[in-house]
C-alpha cells in the first residue's frame, strides 16, 4: 500500500472517531436535557404552591399610617 492510501485511511478513520464522539456528546447532552424535564415536570406542584404563599404575605400595616 501507498503511504498516501494509509495517510487517507488514518484521516477517515480520525474523523469517523471525531463524529461518533460528537454523537454521544449529543446523546448525553439529550438524556441530561429530558432528566431535567422530567424532574422539573415531577415537582411543578410543589414550586407553584410556594409561590402563592410569597404573594400573599404582606407587611401587617400596610393599611396603616404611622404617626
Do not use: H, V
Not at 500500500?1 to 474523523?15: H, Y
Not at 441530561?32 to 415531577?42: F, L, P, V, W
Not at 402563592?52 to 404617626?67: A, E, L, N
Amino acid at each position: 500500500m501507498s503511504i498516501t492510501f494509509q495517510k487517507r485511511q488514518k484521516e477517515l478513520k480520525r474523523q469517523e472517531k471525531q463524529r461518533a464522539k460528537a454523537e454521544r456528546r449529543e446523546q448525553r447532552k439529550a438524556a441530561k436535557r429530558a432528566e431535567e424535564a422530567q424532574r422539573t415536570s415531577t415537582n411543578p406542584s410543589s414550586d407553584t404552591e410556594q409561590q402563592p404563599q410569597s404573594d400573599d404575605k404582606q407587611p401587617p400595616d400596610s393599611g396603616q399610617t404611622i404617626p
